[in-house]
């Protein structure tokens, strides 16, 4: 098993940034990747950015340039800079060790 604890989010202005962060516990040997995603209402889950053990990092193309993923295989943060009214979401942390785990998710707000 493992776990999840998200912190960061919030409401912020479009151009502004956030930074999350996540951190796991529990069999933390066990994971071969970490990353983000979000889910807008009404639409589905989607990648925003991952991290495998190994350091190999794959964004979604609509965060190229923009947002940053870092951080140890147990410790992950996302720089989210120069954000958009449509990236306004819930975001979830999520592991993968054999099964997905998942963050409670924070809310991100973006005003135009």
């Known amino acids: 098993q493992v776990q999840l604890a998200e912190s960061g989010g919030g409401l912020v202005q479009a151009g502004g940034s956030l930074r999350l962060s996540c951190a796991a516990s529990?069999?933390?040997?066990?994971?071969?990747?970490m990353g983000w995603y979000r889910q807008a209402p009404g639409k589905q889950r989607e990648l925003v950015a991952t991290?495998?053990?190994?350091?190999t990092i794959n964004y979604a193309d609509s965060v190229k340039g923009r947002f940053t993923i870092s951080g140890n295989i147990d410790h992950i943060h996302l720089q989210m800079n120069s954000l958009k009214p449509e990236d306004t979401a819930v975001y979830y942390c999520?592991?993968?060790?054999?099964?997905?785990?998942w963050g409670q998710g924070t809310q991100v707000t973006v005003s135009s």
């Open positions: 529990g069999r933390i040997v066990s994971i071969y990747s």
């Open positions: 999520n592991a993968f060790a054999k099964d997905d785990y």
């Open positions: 991290m495998t053990r190994g350091g």
